[in-house]
């Protein structure tokens, strides 16, 4: 059974870092190009950032420069460094695949709060 499993959220002030991680099970992540979303209150899931596909990884404008994707596939992992964190930024974050064919799992709560 596929699993994701999101953790590293929390709470921090603005201007502040927080590193997410996404263990996946059931799978390996070498299979697939990884991304990850988010969902603020009230607002529909969007996307935050993808891994290299054909030699371009895709990051929203909104995070452009300040959050990066990466992964570890020997570990199963994939990461969301997030640096210079905006109040805006507040949402559930989650991984999936690019095109988002794993099930979704609960995600990770980032509040972002001066």
């Known amino acids: 059974q596929v699993q994701l499993v999101e953790s590293g959220g929390g709470l921090v002030q603005p201007g502040g870092s927080l590193r997410l991680s996404c263990v996946v099970s059931?799978?390996?992540?070498?299979?697939?190009?990884m991304a990850w979303y988010r969902q603020a209150p009230g607002k529909q899931r969007e996307l935050v950032a993808t891994?290299?596909?054909?030699?371009?990884?895709t990051i929203a404008d909104s995070v452009k420069g300040r959050f990066t994707i990466s992964r570890d596939n020997k570990k199963n992992l994939v990461y969301l460094q997030m640096n210079s964190l905006k109040l805006e930024d507040t949402a559930v974050y989650h991984c999936?695949?690019?095109?988002?064919?794993?099930?979704w799992g609960q995600g990770t709560q980032v509040t972002v709060v001066s």
């Open positions: 059931g799978t390996s992540v070498s299979f697939f190009a």
């Open positions: 891994d290299i596909i054909r030699d371009r990884a």
């Open positions: 999936n695949t690019e095109s988002q064919g794993l099930p």
